[in-house]
């Protein structure tokens, strides 16, 4: 069987197709990979969904109720000048929360550390 | 030397798709940073231009795999390739006229696929390839895009409930430009990569590159400098109807919709589909408009575009075999010259008809008005 291995590559090509998984369900298989359907839509809600909530609670993180001059912000909302003491009034507020939000963001670059991974090295 | 000549024309056809295909689809990264404020349009398209060209180069295991499984390759010729991408380029142009945000892949794959049947006859089409790879996936992938979108609209609007506008408005803004710069990398991996493929194709086709050979690196340095130029010109007309178009969007949808279509995209591409990223855009884009109470959907506009998407491939593939057939009955380096004037004298057409109602960076963010064009009379700019 050894000895044929130059004819016996014209043998296996039913394996081929089958790939890693072809225990179940190779009619449907051919058409959708619902393995690969179904990751895409779990691993996209976690990764697009999740990370932008995880977004949002660092932000909220970041602007936890508890500082005095939270509502001011509400009243200044129009103008976008000022950040700084805005930012530099939450941070002094509330250490819990810049912990919480800095290790939300900490994750969500991660995350998109791992996705540029993924391109250069998944392709 | 006329084989030479021919291919000669190819590449440059070739790359005039890749320079569509960027301008085209610059909305699908950059139009909800735009509308939102998030960016300067001028800023907003150099970021993506630049991120387009650094994805382009990011992953080169670059083959032909755009007719592969669609195609029978062998039946492939350089006339063949030369016929598709006059198909592709002049769909693109036109929905671009339209404002039609479609699908750059679906013209070129079908605009290779017409000139395919028409050289060769309804069996060099692996139909089944084209139904699981191209078809099945196109009719899926906005409807994820859709789906994740709006879970993460409504979760962000959830949590963030309590965060006054300003905070939540500028923070936003930051995720969303790193939201959206992730679509414009991973644009510039998929989608430069099929012209790349293309031209191997027909160096290919051609004999001078051997069967299943990899793209030189001249080819991948032209077309990640065309995909780029491309993007940074801005397919305005697009991105006003993608950013205000389909809905009025704020930051925090931005941040969700470009996370949302970065996700698909790179996933699927990591599966191997590669996606039509214009469609998962337009999903998200839509799913942010669902997610959050109270949004306007226009559906209408969102119908426009279901409709173009469903033409694309059989318009393009009729444009394909059309200018198959002028080239092959004419015959050889002639036949190509002139459809390769024609195809120069369609595009110069179309865009000066775009001129009379120009869109471009200072009016793309006009108030929507059910029309491509901003309807108050514009000064042509520039």
Redesign the interface.
Known sequence: MSTTSGPGRSLRPSQNPQGSDGDKGENVNSWINLTALWQIVVVGLLAGAGLPALFAVGLRALNTPGSRVQTAGAGAAGGMTGTDTESGRVYGGNPMGLAIGVLCFAIVLAAIGYGIYLIVAGT | MTKDLILALVVVTALGFDFTNGFHDTGNAMATSIATGALGPRTAVALSGVLNLV?AF??L?VAATIASGLVQTHLVTVTVVFAGLAGGIIWNLLTWLLGIPSSSSHALIGGVIGATIAAAGGHAVKW?GL??KVI?PAG?SPV??L???A??TW??YR??R???????????RL?QI??AS?VS??HG?NDAQKTMGVITLALIANGTLASGSKAPFWVILTCALAISLGTYVGGWRVIRTLGKGLVEIES?QG??AE??????I????????SLSTTHVATGSILGVGVGKKGAEVRWNVAGRMATAWLFTLPIAAVVGAGSYGLAHVIGGLAGVIVDFVILIGIAGGIYLRSRKTAVSAHNVNDEWTGTVAPSEPEPAGV
């Open positions: 994805g990011l992953s295991s089944h139904v699981s099945i899926l994820i895009a789906l994740i979108a879970t993460g979760l962000i949590i963030s309590n965060i006054s506008n300003a905070s939540r408005t500028h923070g936003f995720g790193g939201s992730m990398l991973a991996t925090p941040m969700a996370s949302a279509s970065a996700a698909v790179l996933l699927s591409s990591h599966f191997g589909y």
